[in-house]
């Protein structure tokens, strides 16, 4: 008899748990699904970024790296003029004198998403 109740009290347990966590399963897909835009470009951002600038740039955009300062917080414009064509918006006083950054014509359409990052949180 004791047995028997055991018995009943785990299944009643496992229902319970399969319960949750199809209800979690449910309640979240719909919410990542929607306004997870910015996020995903900024995550993107950091991905190209870890790929490309780290050698340079500090890992954290916000500290000056081995060799380049820190970029956190460059706009659009900068970012294009810099990693394009290797220039700097008009009037805009570049950090460093120096010109020994190469530029990076092939990351053009992942400027938005490295901005995103240099500027997120
Ligand atoms: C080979 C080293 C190197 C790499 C790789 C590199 N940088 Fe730089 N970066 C520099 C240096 C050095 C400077 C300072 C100016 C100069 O000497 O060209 C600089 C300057 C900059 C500036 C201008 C900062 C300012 O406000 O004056 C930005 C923006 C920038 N880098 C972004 C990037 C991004 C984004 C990447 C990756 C796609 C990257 N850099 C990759 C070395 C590098």
């Not at 785990?10 to 919410?31: D, E, N, Q, Y």
């Not at 340079?56 to 060799?67: F, M, R, S, T, Y």
């Amino acid at each position: 008899m004791p047995e028997r109740s055991h018995q009943l009290f785990g299944i009643v347990l496992m229902a319970a748990a399969v319960g949750l966590l199809s209800g979690c399963r449910c309640s979240s897909s719909p919410s990542s699904s929607t306004s997870t835009l910015a996020p995903n470009l900024s995550a993107r951002g950091k991905t190209v970024y870890a790929g490309n600038c780290i050698a340079c740039h500090n890992p954290d955009p916000k500290l000056v790296g081995a060799v380049g300062p820190a970029v956190y917080g460059s706009s659009l414009e900068l970012l294009e003029g810099r990693l394009i064509k290797g220039t700097y918006p008009d009037g805009y006083k570049p950090k460093r004198p120096s010109a020994g950054m190469p530029v990076f014509p092939h990351l053009a359409a992942e400027i938005p998403a490295l901005h995103a990052f240099l500027n997120g949180p």
